[in-house]
């Protein structure tokens, strides 16, 4: 992969999320995109909706700090919908905005069987004893 088409790939991912559904097989991906400019278009979701697929993630979250416009809208449905195990289905690419992730009226929508998965745990000490620090 060349430098080009390495920074082309990661332009449009600014994280990832993980999922694992009910059926508890391998931990599905989410990526997500954030965008601060005023000049928002259906084009950057159509963007984010080529990477989700490029990546083979379920889902994408795109990010805004202005609401999305009646073309994002639609394109962002035109991606469908995930189907979880247990019959419930989620939008595969969901359009959040800042405002509504700050003030908790809204937030990303997907299954969550197992809600640590995307933080790493500590490593457990071999021993139980305290070390000496001096």
């Not at 993980?18 to 963007?47: C, H, P, Q, T």
């Amino acid at each position: 992969m060349s430098a080009r088409q390495f920074i082309d790939s990661a332009s449009a991912i600014d994280g990832l999320k993980f999922f694992r559904d009910v059926d508890k097989k391998d931990a599905r991906k989410i990526v997500v995109s954030v965008k601060g400019g005023e000049n928002l278009k259906a084009d950057d979701v159509r963007s984010v909706m080529a990477v989700r697929e490029r990546e083979g993630a379920e889902m994408a979250l795109f990010i805004s700090l202005t609401e999305p416009t009646k073309g994002m809208l639609a394109d962002a449905a035109s991606a469908g919908l995930y189907e979880s195990p247990n019959g419930k289905k989620y939008p595969r690419v969901q359009l959040l905005t800042i405002e509504g992730l700050l003030n908790k009226t809204q937030r990303a929508e997907h299954p969550d069987y197992e809600p640590d998965l995307n933080f790493k745990k500590a490593k457990a000490e071999a021993s139980g004893e305290q070390k000496t620090l001096l």
